[in-house]
């Protein structure tokens, strides 16, 4: 089993809905006729209750089970045990007409469900690191239960927020527990849950996204019988990356709102309505509320970003206004150029083919350029740089660009060929910073087996070659593939 590694593409799978054949997780039709699983949720916290009052309103069997007497208690009687608006209708209403039981004991549970859903807490270690004590205790009860469970496949699906490693132990800790194999007789899903305190039944009902991270047919097959009747986009990919889209959420979110109230405190200080200027900056879905900018990749650069990061610093420093969160940008910025670098020079090369050279292709315009420091680094080291930009003629740079550049790398002139070819002749490392039109597959450009290649665009048809690396990927083929219906 592996969270992470290389992508397998027949994993990458988008839906438009959950309209999709299944292999049969559906195990029977409750009382209106609609199909329904039977699944034990462990936790009954704010994401297990909300679960187990939404499962049944789909018309699954659902059991609850937590370690909490009083929880328990109250969901029987019908009651929520957490405050989220609409969720005592539901336990109410399906606790009467059976669809919802409760017990403390998670090990009977799982005697006989289809699925189990894990939802307990994983609260920070005193280092800031996840407590993964109540999953992995939840894990042995679980298997326990499931050595007694007569149905050939069972699937476990974590809907409590962990990372890529808790995972691994999980699924190891299963499969000790319950004696079965995973892929064979256990499925094993993560399954984020991404709803928000107070509007969390409408969030359930209508979510972004639904993801399913899985290593084998079987889980995901069980996965699409889960929400009947739920229009979604749905995703299913590897454990990891599904568990590391919830930590992107969470990370983006909280990098929003520190970035709306770093914004206010600076328009605080300049005696602006920061809400007019957050509001009038919402308002551009194109690029600002957007998927542009959110591609992993190159750093930043061109006449712009840096400049204008740079001059809010300044009056920043200048009014004694705190915005780690701006400072720290550009700071993760040299580093990601400073990374790129060393990452080249490990394999010391001597010679290195540069695809690429001003902040994205399609201009030539040089200054800041990412890649411009990169190759004044390289140069500095010693090695022989040859450089391919299909829009750029130095002899025609003039203004800043051309002092820009000019002061980075002199005799930029004598590095820079419009003859691919040429330039990837001899290369012991190639990075692609462009992606070049004309050339739709690059498997038919000769590069020896031995060359070290750096693509940070996503380059298509390269990922095969022994020594490719993406910047940020093993292989470029799945973000190739994910548009989301
Ligand atoms: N709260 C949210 O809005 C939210 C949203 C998305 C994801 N999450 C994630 O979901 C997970 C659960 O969050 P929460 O806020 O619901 O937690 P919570 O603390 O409200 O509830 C966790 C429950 O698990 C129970 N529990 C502990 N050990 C148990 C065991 N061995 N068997 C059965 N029950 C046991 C506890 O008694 C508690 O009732 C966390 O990983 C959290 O990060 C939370």
């Known amino acids: 089993m592996g969270t992470g590694g290389p992508f397998r593409p027949d994993m990458t799978i988008v839906l438009a809905g959950m309209r999709r054949p299944t292999l049969g997780g559906v195990v029977g039709e409750n009382k209106g006729g609609k199909s329904f699983m039977r699944i034990g ?16 309103e789909l018309g699954h069997k659902v059991i609850g089970v937590d370690v909490a007497d009083h929880k328990v208690e109250l969901v029987l009687a019908g009651e929520a045990p957490v405050v989220e608006p609409g969720l005592n209708e539901f336990l109410a209403r399906h606790v009467a007409d059976g669809q919802i039981t409760a017990t403390t004991d998670g090990k009977s549970t799982a005697t006989d469900v289809d699925v189990v859903m894990l939802a307990v807490g994983t609260p920070s270690t005193p280092s800031g690191g996840i407590d993964p004590q109540y999953l992995m205790a939840v894990a042995g009860q679980v298997g326990a239960g499931l050595r007694d469970n007569p149905r050939p496949f069972v699937t476990v699906m ?19 527990a319950s004696g079965r194999k995973l892929g064979e007789s256990l499925g094993y899903a993560c399954h984020p849950e991404f709803l928000r305190e107070t509007t969390a039944i409408a969030d359930f009902f209508d979510p972004p996204v639904i993801v399913f991270g899985a290593d084998d047919p079987q889980t995901f097959m069980q996965c699409r019988d889960l929400y009947p009747g739920i229009d979604a986009p749905t995703v299913e990919v590897g454990i990891g990356e599904a568990a590391m889209v919830k930590y992107a959420a969470n990370c983006f979110h909280a990098l929003k709102v520190t970035f709306a109230n770093e914004m206010g405190e600076l328009c605080r200080t300049f005696g602006i309505d920061s809400r007019s200027v957050m509001e009038i900056f919402c308002q551009d879905d194109k690029l600002n509320i957007s998927s542009k900018y959110l591609r992993p990749g190159n750093p930043f650069g061109g006449s712009c970003l840096p400049k204008d990061l740079r001059a809010i610093l300044d009056v920043a420093r200048d009014k004694a206004v705190t915005v780690p969160m701006l400072s720290g940008t550009l700071l993760s910025n040299q580093h990601q150029i400073d990374s790129l670098a060393e990452r080249v020079l490990t394999d010391r090369p001597a010679r290195v083919a540069v695809i690429g050279l001003s902040f994205k292709e399609g201009t030539d315009d040089l200054r800041e350029a990412p890649m411009v420091a990169v190759v004044e680094r390289l140069l500095g080291k010693g090695v022989d740089v040859a450089i391919f930009d299909a829009e750029l003629a130095v002899e025609d740079l003039t203004g800043a660009n051309k002092s820009f550049a000019m002061t980075a790398v002199p005799h930029l002139a004598d590095l820079v060929s419009r003859d691919l070819t040429g330039v990837l002749e001899g290369a012991d490392a190639v990075i692609i910073n462009h992606r070049l039109a004309d ?46 219906a």
Do not use: K
């Open 158 to 176: 974590s809907r409590s927020t962990s990372l890529p490693e808790v995972h691994e132990a999980l699924i190891a800790e299963l499969e000790s």
């Open 439 to 484: 050339i739709t597959d690059w498997t038919d450009i000769t590069l020896d087996s031995d060359t070290q290649i750096m693509d940070l665009v996503s380059t298509p048809g390269l990922a095969n070659h022994p020594g490719y690396q993406g910047i940020y990927w093993h292989r470029t083929d799945r973000a190739e593939h994910i548009t989301l």
């Open 41 to 56: 949720v462990y936790g009954l916290g704010y994401v297990g209750a909300v679960t187990v009052g939404c499962m049944a």
